[in-house]
Nanobody, 126 residues
Framework: VQLQASGGGLVQAGGSLRLSCAAS????????MGWFRQAPGKEREFVVA????????YYADSVKGRFTISGDNAKNTVYLQMNSLKPEDTAVYYC????????????????????WGQGTLVTVSS
């Protein structure tokens, strides 16, 4: 599976962006898709994950109520809608796919994901 993330850019605080993650080469079902981010000088952190079978979604507290994950099965694309952006949201955002239906406690663990996109940079100015 190859993942291609796109949609990053420069936005003012309070603005919105929608990131896309297009998948190719998948021959089976989508189990769990997540988004992570890495700010300059910091470790990669969990943002959100969705278990496609059952639809359970898990958000990091820092983005809850502002970010929404969704998908278009026909396009093999997952989206991350980001609203009310803050300067602290500035980071490179990565989409990731797991071949398993992850439970809540496993979704923040990057080692649980098998495929990663290349990342797209989001910069939020104050």
């Amino acid at each position: 599976v190859q993942l291609q993330a796109s949609g990053g850019g420069l936005v003012q605080a309070g603005g919105s962006l929608r990131l896309s993650c297009a998948a190719s080469g998948r021959t089976g079902s989508l189990y769990t898709m997540g988004w992570f981010r890495q700010a300059p000088g910091k470790e990669r952190e969990f943002v959100v994950a969705r278990r496609w079978s059952g639809g359970s979604t898990y958000y990091a507290d820092s983005v809850k109520g502002r970010f929404t994950i969704s998908g278009d099965n026909a396009k093999n694309t997952v989206y991350l809608q980001m609203n009310s952006l803050k300067p602290e949201d500035t980071a490179v955002y990565y989409c990731a796919e797991s071949r398993r239906s992850l439970i809540a406690s496993s979704t923040p663990n990057s080692n649980e994901y098998d495929y990663w996109g290349q990342g797209t940079l989001v910069t939020v100015s104050s």
